[in-house]
T-cell receptor, first 108, second 113 residues
Framework: RKEVEQDPGPFNVPEGATVAFNCTYS??????FFWYRQDCRKEPKLLMS???SGNEDGRFTAQLNRASQYISLLIRDSKLSDSATYLC?????????FGKGTRLSVIA | DGGITQSPKYLFRKEGQNVTLSCEQN?????MYWYRQDPGQGLRLIYY???????QKGDIAEGYSVSREKKESFPLTVTSAQKNPTAFYLC????????????FGPGTRLLVL
């Protein structure tokens, strides 16, 4: 089982739609969780950390389920500018482990 | 402005040649990292350094070498022993090894001719 698994997509959604991504991780000792965003041919950038109680940043909501070892990202009211690859990232006792990413295309 | 710079943006290598990718940061971060990304793949860790004059192998260190003589610099050499070097190489840094957030440079695309 891979350390961090994501559905690669692509998710093609119309503007204004709500879209959700899930990610599962295998290491139950993982301590920190993040979502990074990567635009085409660019470097990844931190989108948001994921806290046990769940957290929200504008249109973005992240949730963590430690018992089931999965993380989710919800994007409401999708914008064209949200089109990117979203990387699920987990940290245990080693440097960050990156998922392969989920590609989102928001269509006008 | 604080940040991480990588150069060059594009690099072409002939077979059998060693090439060195530059990574510099002025964020005063202790930890630095090198990743490789292939199309449709996630980032894979090559090497990381927690402090000057110290570095550890990541998951795919074979065919690569690094040095950390200065806090702000962490160059990566792709040696001729790396049989499939064509990839997007990303350098990152964080305040310390267990720091939550990593900041990435713009990357270097290496192509073997």
């Amino acid at each position: 089982r891979k350390e961090v698994e994501q559905d690669p997509g692509p998710f093609n959604v119309p503007e204004g739609a709500t879209v959700a991504f899930n990610c599962t991780y295998s290491n139950s000792a993982s301590q920190s969780f993040f979502w990074y965003r990567q635009d085409c041919r660019k470097e990844p950038k931190l989108l948001m950390s994921v806290y046990s109680s769940g957290n929200e940043d504008g249109r973005f909501t992240a949730q963590l389920n430690r018992a089931s070892q999965y993380i989710s990202l919800l994007i409401r009211d999708s914008k064209l500018s949200d089109s990117a690859t979203y990387l699920c990232v987990v940290r245990g006792n080693t440097p960050l482990v990156f998922g392969k990413g989920t590609r989102l295309s928001v269509i006008a | 402005d604080g940040g991480i710079t990588q150069s060059p943006k594009y690099l072409f290598r002939k077979e059998g040649q060693n090439v060195t990718l530059s990574c510099e940061q002025n964020l005063n971060h202790d930890a630095m990292y090198w990743y490789r990304q292939d199309p449709g793949q996630g980032l894979r860790l090559i090497y990381y350094s927690q402090i000057v004059n110290d570095f550890q192998k990541g998951d795919i260190a074979e065919g690569y070498s690094v040095s950390r003589e200065k806090k702000e610099s962490f160059p990566l050499t792709v040696t001729s022993a790396q049989k499939n070097p064509t990839a997007f190489y990303l350098c990152a840094s964080s305040r310390e090894r267990n720091e939550e957030t990593q900041y990435f440079g713009p990357g270097t695309r290496l192509l073997v001719l």
